[in-house]
């Protein structure tokens, strides 16, 4: 069964997976927690603005999902503390665990991307490793990545998860192709800068022969 996720729940998940492998110290988080490390400036795409509601309601809905659950507490403890199910719910390890964590907190990466930025989440020996890891990925049924054509700029292709709504738009920016310009306005345009450039050529060659004739004097 396909896992669907809305950005909160991706954030959410995604923070709680990194914490577990960056401050296995602090984890599992408690609810503040969680709210930092989904509002953090670095490592996050899009910044985001939650409040404790948002994320106490996303850890809701990912227990019932049972992606994330609330650790049983000390006798001592004042609250309440969080953790991800992710390995347990998917059987993914810590090399995959690393990557989808990366593509729920930052979006589509390139296969460089994501051996770089998941390498501080669990070990990553090459490239090649990250690539038969999304491949293996996008093979699986339901599929858990999907291949993105290159953004513009970009000189390798980008891979995205597949935890989407199906009410909300998968194509991340610079990914949809630019509307067709009509052929009347290509014509238009087209003549417009013939127009500019033989201007400029009548301009250019009125100050060659003004140049001539100051320096015949």
């Not at 993914?92 to 296969?111: C, D, F, K, S």
């Not at 935890?163 to 417009?192: C, I, N, T």
């Amino acid at each position: 069964m396909p896992i669907t996720l809305n950005a909160v729940q991706r954030r959410v998940l995604g923070v709680l997976i990194e914490k577990s492998r960056t401050t296995p110290a602090a984890y599992p988080l408690t609810l503040n927690a969680v709210v930092l490390g989904c509002n953090q400036l670095s490592c996050r795409e899009p910044v985001m603005r939650l409040n404790e509601d948002d994320v106490a309601k996303a850890l809701r809905e990912l227990g019932e999902m049972e992606l994330a659950a609330e650790v049983d507490p000390d006798r001592g403890a004042r609250v309440e503390r969080y953790k991800h199910l992710a390995e347990e719910k998917c059987g993914w390890n810590e090399a995959q665990l690393a990557v989808l964590a990366e593509l729920l907190l930052r979006g589509p990466q390139t296969a460089g991307e994501l051996k770089t930025n998941a390498s501080r989440m669990a070990a990553v020996p090459d490239l090649e490793s990250i690539m038969k890891l999304l491949e293996a990925f996008a093979a699986q049924e339901p599929p858990v990545v999907r291949h993105l054509p290159r953004a513009p700029g970009k000189s390798a292709p980008r891979y995205d998860h597949l935890f989407y709504p199906a009410d909300e738009p998968q194509d991340p920016p610079g990914v949809a192709p630019s509307p067709p310009v009509p052929p009347a306005a290509l014509e238009a345009r087209v003549a417009k800068l013939e127009s500019d450039v033989a201007a400029l050529r009548e301009e250019i060659s009125g100050l060659r022969h003004l140049w001539t004739a100051e320096g015949q004097r």
